[in-house]
């Protein structure tokens, strides 16, 4: 039996370069990953997989990424038994932080532990990007830059320890329905990936939040005002910075101490009806 912790991640910087001929937008975007997690317990047993989630409402059979994961590094190493996830989640759904793909990213991880199949990191990212474009930077975390579709991984120097709040509207954002409304109206405004890659490796996190955007955020934001709403309470409750993360609808503030951070969770917990986490920037994956 093997438990590894599936981290949710934010985007410090999302950027659209073009559409692609496989019908993926080529991407630019600074991911980080945050201590909130997801617990994946996997189990051996003879064969077969089954999975249970905690969370009513999620799948627990292909449609769950973690199952498929297991699925495919079980095809594609020839592993003969079977394995039993169990997932304890604290990462919000459909909401732009990955958590999916980090169980993903947990199980392939667990399934090379559990099963001894030697599998490096890069291998191990070769098989999460034929199942989601997010599972490779799930598998490494700290702070990368992610291209290509997202499953090419550059490492940056880490961003400065720093406490985030996140806060989900409920409302659902389909990733594939924001990545079409883009290319329906594409924002002017683009990040400046480079001027952050050099605050940032300069340990300059003042720079880093000026250059802090993500595209997608106004096309998520036109279908839903909550967005905007959200960052205005996080602005208001003392955040350094606010942004959207992924395709949303998740807003994110980063804050300078906890206790502001903590009377900023409270409001939004008595005045919205927002999913809310205090949690903190996270270092790249250790075991
Ligand atoms: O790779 P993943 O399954 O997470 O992507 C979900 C959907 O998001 C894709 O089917 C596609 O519509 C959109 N997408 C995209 N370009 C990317 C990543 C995702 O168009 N780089």
Redesign the pocket.
Known sequence: MVTILGRAKINLTLD?LG??DD?????ATVMQSLSLADTITLTRKEEGITLTVDRPGLESDERNLAYRAAALIAKECGIRGGVHIDIVKRIPITAGLAGG?ADAAATLRGMNDLYELGLSDAELCVLGAQ????IPFSLVGGTVLAT???EIMQRLSDFPETVVLLAKPPVAVS??W???SYDEHPPEFHPDNAEFIDALARGDRARCIQHMFNVLEPVTEAAHPVVSEYRERMRNGGAVCTMMSG?GPTVFGLFEDVPTAAHAAEIFCRETEAEVHLTQTSRKYEE
């Open positions: 659209i559409l692609r019908g993926y937008h080529e991407i793909s199942i989601g474009s997010d290509g579709r997202g990733t594939p924001a990545y079409r395709s």
